[in-house]
């Protein structure tokens, strides 16, 4: 739940200030401090208590409060991530708060909240904000001696107000789900809520009129599908893609990943069937030559680094408007070509990248059924643990003079 950017007073105003402090968060603290949002723990009693709980937490700057309310299945394995980049954080002097906060120098506070609850399924709903007050303060003399050059450039503020001033009149909402009897936001389902509420909205604009997600569906167990090695795993996933099913495609994903996107799947079919799938319109994917070599990690999951490779995509509609596109990996290179001529790009050429040891293309996958299958939220786990390890000072130094550099306005655009 974003803050709310209050209006301009004396010096820089504070939405401003927020900005710029949301941008130093999301470039050192990201990879620091957000990670412990998203470790797993006890949920809520209730959807209204799971949405209320996580608002609360993030407008108290409340890391273990925020990691609470969100659905273990989207965040596994990220309390590793975090301890070493908060450890990162402290050395470098980046992290200064109380007890709880990231920082002193940011006060929010939200009181008088109101909630809404739309019960979608038993075990989904709809959490919308209808009402409450913020009061926001900056002061710059709490800021780190680190991030000094963000207090040379502002003055101490405060703002208050409505949040339905603050939100434009917009009633933000977020999507819960119930696992084990405890009530958690989802993000990927939250995610999928918005993008059907503004297609519904266009369809409606466009006379035409979308399915209704079936959100029973979210409480409905669903066989797996797994691969006996790794590479079985890909050719599962595109055997489900070439198909067209949703539902297929949904069951080569974690149960728990995939269960607040099922409700949708109806959605898809009846756009596809609008469409006239697979005749008037379609996709194709192949993978050809695969080579791939594994790393056993913990928890029953394995690390897939993709040694060479070749993935085509091609589109069509009506058999007059084709397009293709390809991508060739060689070790840590990529050549793509979408019709336009090959280009390559490698890792180990990019200074960042090889800053932060992201020296090979892979993906992680997970034991499930006495099979595998490709475990999204551990790969992204994997490869912030990889730029967590590689923050070294130099790099730190580097992401700071550039955030000065921008902050003092010495970019040219």
Request: glycine share 8%; with cysteine; hydrophobic share 40%.
């Amino acid at each position: 739940m974003p803050y709310p950017a209050p209006s301009a007073g004396g010096g820089a105003p504070v939405g401003r200030i927020l900005a710029v402090v949301g941008l130093v968060v999301a470039v050192i603290a990201a990879g620091f401090v957000a990670w412990h949002f998203f470790w797993p723990r006890g949920g809520a009693g209730s959807p209204e208590a799971a949405a209320e709980n996580l608002v609360l937490a993030a407008a108290e700057q409340d890391p273990v409060g925020m990691l609470d309310m969100v659905s273990p299945a989207e965040v596994e394995g990220f309390d590793d991530v975090y301890d070493a980049a908060l450890e990162r954080a402290e050395d470098e002097d980046l992290v200064e708060g109380d007890e709880e906060g990231i920082t002193d120098a940011i006060e929010v506070e939200l009181t008088d909240l109101e909630f809404e609850v739309d019960e979608l399924g038993d075990d989904l709903a709809r959490v919308t904000l209808t009402g409450g007050r913020y009061d926001v303060s900056w002061d710059p003399d709490e800021l780190p001696e680190r991030l000094s050059f963000l207090a040379e450039e502002s003055e101490a503020e405060s703002e208050s107000g409505d949040l339905e001033d603050a939100f434009d009149g917009e009633e933000p909402s977020v999507v819960v789900v119930r696992e084990g009897g405890r009530w958690y936001v989802t993000l990927v389902g939250t995610i999928a809520d918005h993008a059907y509420q503004e297609g519904e909205q266009d369809a409606d604009e466009d006379g035409f009129e979308l399915e209704e997600p079936d959100y029973d569906l979210a409480s409905e167990e669903l066989d797996p599908i797994v691969g006996d090695d790794p590479e079985e795993v890909v050719e599962n996933l595109v055997e489900a893609v070439n198909a067209g099913d949703a539902e297929e495609l949904l069951a080569n994903l974690p149960a728990d990943l995939a269960r607040p996107l099922r409700p949708y799947v109806p959605v898809v079919e009846g756009l596809q069937d609008e469409a006239d799938w697979g005749d008037e319109i379609g996709l194709s994917v192949t993978v050809e030559d695969l080579e791939l070599s594994t790393e056993e990690l913990d928890d029953g999951k394995v690390k897939v680094a993709v040694e060479e490779g070749t993935f085509t995509a091609s589109t069509w509609e009506d058999y007059d408007d084709f397009d293709y596109g390809s991508a060739e990996v060689d070790g840590d290179c990529i050549t793509t070509d979408e019709g336009f001529g090959p280009e390559t790009a490698c890792l180990s050429e990019e200074e960042t990248a090889a800053d932060l040891g992201l020296d090979e293309i892979f993906f992680v996958v997970s034991e499930v059924d006495h099979g595998y299958q490709l475990d999204p939220t551990a790969t992204w786990v994997e490869y912030a643990s990889l730029v967590v390890e590689n923050l070294d000072d130099d790099v730190v130094d580097e992401i700071l003079d550039n955030i000065e550099s921008e902050v003092n306005g010495e970019f040219d655009y």
